[in-house]
C-alpha cells in the first residue's frame, strides 16, 4: 500500500476475505502421488516409457478408466489398445499423460471432501437471505459441461491443423478450465450455493455475483489452484482467461489453447450441455469461430461427433450413460429452463 494512504474498513475487511480464501486454496488436498509424478515426468525430456507404463499400472482404478478413455478418443484402434504399455505406444506419450491426468484430477475433484471452513463460510453465507437447504450446485451437470467443453475443444483442435495444437493437450485444458467454481463449491458449499441463486435470479455470470461476494471470482481461484498443483502452463491460463473473447491463431501454444477453449465453451453453452453455473447470455460462438479463422461451415460442423464422444466419455467417467440424441434433448430442456428464469427474472409469469 502507498504510504499515508489509508484502507478503509471495508476495502481492509475485503483484502482480507481475499487473502483468506486464497490461503485456503492452498489447503484444498494436493493431486495423487500418481498424478504430481505424471506432471513430474511431463516435464522432464528423459521421460523413461517404462518408468511412466509402472506409475500409470500402480493405480489399477485409473488404469482401467484410462484405457477405456483412450479407446472412445481413439475408435480406430479400438479393442487394440489393452494395456498401458500399448496406449502409450500407439497414442504417444502426451495422449496418454493427459488422458490420466483428465481421470485424477476428476475423480479428486468430484470427491465431497470439506475440510473445515465452516466460520468464514457461514459469515460469507450470512445476511444474504438466500441460505436454503438444498444446494444449488449441480456438481454432476457441471462435470458434464467441463467435459462437453473438452471434447468441442479436442474436435476443434483435431479439425484444424493449422492451430498447432494436440487435441490431447486442449482436451485436458478444456476439462479442467473451471476448476476454480469446484473449488470455490467444496470450501464454501452454504455461500456458493447462494452466490449461485442470486446469479441465477439477476440472469447473471457467476463471476459478477463471486466478486461481490467473495471479492475474486472463480478464475482467480482456478488460476491459484492450478498453480499449486502445479499444472501445465497452458491449463494455468485457461483457468483464469477463459472467459476473454478468443484471439487469433498467431499467438503462441498456451494462447492458442486459450482461444479454442474459449470458442468450446461458448458452443456448448449455446447447446447447453450440461450445467455451466452461469445464467447470463452465452457470447456467440459464431463470432469466436471467425476470429480463430475456422470452417467455414461453422460451429454446427462438429456438434454430431462432439455428442457421440461426449455419450461415449460421460460413460466412461461415471457421468451417466446417454446417446447423442439424449444429450441434444437434455440441451433443449436446459435450454428451456433458461428461458423460463429470465421470465421470471423480468418478473413475468412462466407460460
Known sequence: MTAGVTQSPESAKRSQRVESILTRVHDLPTLSPVATRLLAVGRSRDADMKEIVKLIESDPALSTRLLALCRRADKGLGERITTVKRAVLMLGFESVRSAALSVAVYDHLRRDDDPTRAALDHELAAGMALDLATPAFDRQGYWQHLLAVACAAESIAEAHPKLRVQGSEVFLAGLLHGIGKL???????????????????RCRASAEVELQVFGLDHCTVGERLAHHWELPPAVIATTLMHAFPPNDAAGDTSSRIVSIVSVAKRVCRELH???????DTPPNSAGGWRTLGLDARGPTAIIPALLETLADRCEVLGLGKFTPLELLTQGVFNANQRLVDAHLALGDKPV
Do not use: C, E
Open 183 to 201: 473449488a470455490l463449491d467444496l470450501m464454501f458449499p452454504k455461500a456458493y450455493s447462494n452466490v449461485l441463486r442470486i446469479a441465477r435470479l
Open 273 to 279: 450441455l450440461g450445467w455451466s453455473g452461469d445464467f
